[in-house]
């Protein structure tokens, strides 16, 4: 298995791993997460760009894509809650989508916390697969933040520094 940066030579595989991921959403009772255009071919190309756009491939097959980057993310500067640490700049995950293997999301984690302490995630309150997923690695809702187009998502984040009992929510501040 590896991980590589996505380029755009990949965008029409991208487009077709994305749709069949919103298509997933919506069989789940999550249809408003994504819509039917999300990510946009525009964010997929800034996201090549800045070289945060990853694939995680197994030989030829296609097992998923996903964003990472460590720093700041203007979205969570704001929450309703409290994250599990102070750090502004941390490891963030955005815009997972599998193939539809196993394990994917687990796999995806442990390349961005080998590169992370802490890593932060959000999802929609209707995304129960994700949550799920979040929860089982580790992940604990610290609250809920407004992402760009103005709707709500609970705010996820995990630290390799930081040991908790695992009830799944942030301490108090």
Not at 114 to 142: Q, S, V, W, Y
Request: net charge neutral.
């Amino acid at each position: 298995m590896e991980v590589i940066l996505a380029k755009q030579q990949d965008l029409e595989m991208l487009d077709g791993l994305y749709a069949r991921a919103r298509a997933f959403m919506r069989e789940h009772g999550n249809g408003g997460q994504w819509g039917d255009h999300y990510p946009s071919r525009a964010l997929l190309l800034e996201d090549i760009a800045r070289e945060r756009l990853y694939l995680m491939k197994d030989g030829d097959e296609l097992l998923g894509a996903f964003v990472f980057f460590v720093g700041e993310e203007p979205a969570y500067r704001a929450i309703d809650g409290k994250w599990l640490t102070d750090r502004a700049r941390c490891g963030v995950i955005h815009r997972v989508a599998s193939a539809g293997r196993g394990g994917f999301l687990r796999r995806v984690v442990e390349f961005c916390g080998a590169r992370a302490e802490d890593l932060r995630i959000d999802t929609h309150r209707n995304n129960a697969p994700m949550r799920g997923a979040l929860e089982k690695l580790g992940f604990m809702a610290c609250g809920t933040v407004i992402v760009d187009d103005g709707t709500e998502r609970i705010a996820y984040e995990k630290s390799s520094r930081i040991s908790f009992a695992p009830q799944n929510k942030c301490r108090e501040g």
